[in-house]
């Protein structure tokens, strides 16, 4: 299987691991000397993902999309462990959004089938 794995930039890679084990994610590898910068993959079933703290020389605040199979039942377990600012929504092109932002300001914009 081959797969693409966003990077996402993290200005503490504790603040960061704690943030994405309370999304349900795991660690599949981590490198710190210090706890606070390094980087790390992160796994929820299909959906992977490796944050960089600090991630020099690339952009800041990126936005990675999850393609989920329900973004309600997401949102319903995130919104108890997380702030997100908005309920789930239709969108004119037949999918189901939310978004929710992690502590160093990336957007994860989760999309689910429509209704």
Request: glycine content about 12%.
């Amino acid at each position: 299987m081959e797969r693409a794995v966003p990077i996402l930039p993290a200005d503490d890679l504790g603040i960061a691991k704690a943030f994405y084990r309370k999304l349900g994610f795991r660690t599949t590898f981590e490198a710190t000397a210090d706890g606070k910068t390094g980087i790390m993959g992160v796994e929820r079933g299909s959906i992977a993902l490796t944050i960089d703290a600090p991630m020099s020389g690339h952009g800041r605040d990126a936005c990675v999309s999850l393609i989920v199979d329900d973004a309600d039942a997401y949102y319903r377990e995130w919104s108890g462990v997380v702030h997100i600012e908005r309920p789930p929504k239709d969108e004119d092109w037949n999918a189901r959004t939310f978004g929710l932002r992690d502590p160093s300001g990336n957007t994860i914009f989760v999309i689910g089938p429509g209704r």
